[in-house]
């Protein structure tokens, strides 16, 4: 079924909010997140979900273009004299974790909360940008483009993500994250650095006195990471925070083991570049510290920039986010912010309460009327404006 979208001519200096919401795009957006949640879509296998957003706006008409897993498209005026808004965020999960109660692909409705997988993180933002989109897709004389992409390998850091096709999406003068943030917009955020450590011992049978156990070699370093603290610690919110996360040894119970294997997962800010990083740890460790390709950096914006103020005049507060995105991959101004808690992402029982997916289409849609005043009277001040820390 082909849906319509009303073509729309504002008057000169009239902004899009004197059109309401289209009314159906609430319930419309339920039923999309629902059929997600059915579509297993864990990172690197989201062809299936991407083939249901897909169809959703093909039926509005929308042309969407395809590379992968990744879709993306433009409104239906755009003008490459105009500056173009970049909406996206992730069709891709995580692997249910064992703590479920429910069936993590049955989107179950109960008290206000939408049960299921990727419901929170980030399907909520995903369909809250996509009706944000729509409302303003058919407007002629918009003062901006609009860009949306949706893209696959967000949980994992994929090369077939989001990465993949930036060169495609043309000249994006700034970008809108979305990510569960509870509707704060986050004008920092962590970076990921990983690293897979090795501790060499010299196996031995363990009923006699030989072999040097790798697993007691890495205690000392395990101590380390544990206890080490960054200098130029802030009191809220710490440079750098290094937690052990995996670790393996051992192959039967009277061998000594002979080799130790453990990850840290690291989040960092600016203070240090993911280089400095790592050099302080190799200096404090006897293990091997070999750091996974491709880590997202940090990154940060303006606290001056356009669409910061746009979002603090939309009620907005602002804050460093902890986690990571594929805001790390953009080269552009960008804010993360959407519907849903972080919190909830990748725990058991995962959910979004329905109230913060219309909340989400409300602010993206305030935001996007509220910052053209800003950004199109500045279009070249705040272009270069942001920070990345990647090496």
């Known amino acids: 079924m082909i849906k319509t979208l009303n073509d729309t001519q504002p008057a000169v ?36 979900v991407a083939a249901v957003i897909h169809q959703y ?7 969407v273009n395809r590379r992968g897993n990744n879709i993306w498209c433009f409104n239906k005026y755009y003008d490459e004299t105009k500056p173009t808004i970049l909406l996206n965020s992730h069709m891709d999960t995580v692997v249910p974790n064992e703590g479920y109660t429910k069936d993590p692909f049955c989107p179950e409705i109960a008290d206000g909360k939408l049960y299921g997988l ?3 993180d980030a399907g909520g933002c995903v369909v809250s940008l996509i009706a944000a989109f729509l409302h303003f897709y058919s407007y002629h004389g918009l003062g901006f483009n609009l860009c949306l992409a949706i893209t696959a ?8 993500g989001i990465k993949s096709i930036l060169p495609l999406l043309g000249n994006c003068e700034l970008a809108i994250v979305g990510e569960p943030t509870l509707l704060q917009m986050a004008i ?8 897979d450590c090795i501790s060499n011992g010299r196996p031995g049978h363990a009923a006699r006195e030989e072999g040097d156990n790798a697993i007691h070699k890495c205690l000392r370093d395990l101590e380390w990471f544990s206890l080490y603290r960054f200098p130029q610690q802030l009191k809220a919110l710490p440079p750098v925070k290094m937690t052990v996360t995996t670790i393996k040894a051992g192959s039967q119970h009277n061998i000594v083991p002979g080799r130790c294997e453990f990850t840290v997962d690291i989040r960092h800010d ?3 570049s993911q280089k400095e990083i790592i050099d302080i740890i190799r200096r404090n460790v006897s293990c091997q510290v070999n750091p996974r390709p491709g880590s997202p950096g940090a990154s940060s914006i303006s606290p001056a920039h356009p669409i910061v103020k746009a979002g603090i005049a939309a009620g907005c507060k602002t804050y460093i986010s902890p986690t990571t995105s594929d805001q790390a991959w953009l080269s552009i101004p960008s804010v993360k912010i959407g519907p849903g808690d972080s919190a ?22 305030k935001l996007l009327e509220i910052l053209p005043l800003m950004l199109i009277n500045n279009p070249n001040k705040y272009k270069n404006e942001t920070g990345h820390i990647n090496n």
Not at 29 to 48: C, D, R, Y
Not at 153 to 160: I, L, P, Q, S, V
Not at 188 to 195: Q, R, T, Y
Not at 344 to 357: G, P
Request: proline share 2%; glycine share 6%.
């Open 153 to 160: 390998e967000e949980e994992n850091a994929g090369e077939n």
């Open 57 to 63: 706006l093909y039926e509005y008409s929308v042309k």
């Open 188 to 195: 920092a955020e962590k970076g990921n650095l990983v690293i």
């Open 13 to 48: 200096n009239q902004m899009a909010h004197a059109l309401p919401l289209n009314p159906h795009f609430f319930s419309e957006s339920v039923v999309l997140l629902q059929k997600m949640i059915k579509t297993q879509s864990f990172s690197g296998n989201e062809s299936a």
């Open 270 to 272: 600016d203070t240090f």
């Open 118 to 120: 990727g419901s929170n």
């Open 344 to 365: 909830r992402s990748h725990s058991a029982d995962e959910f979004i309460y329905l109230e913060e997916i219309k909340k989400g289409t409300s602010l993206y849609v």
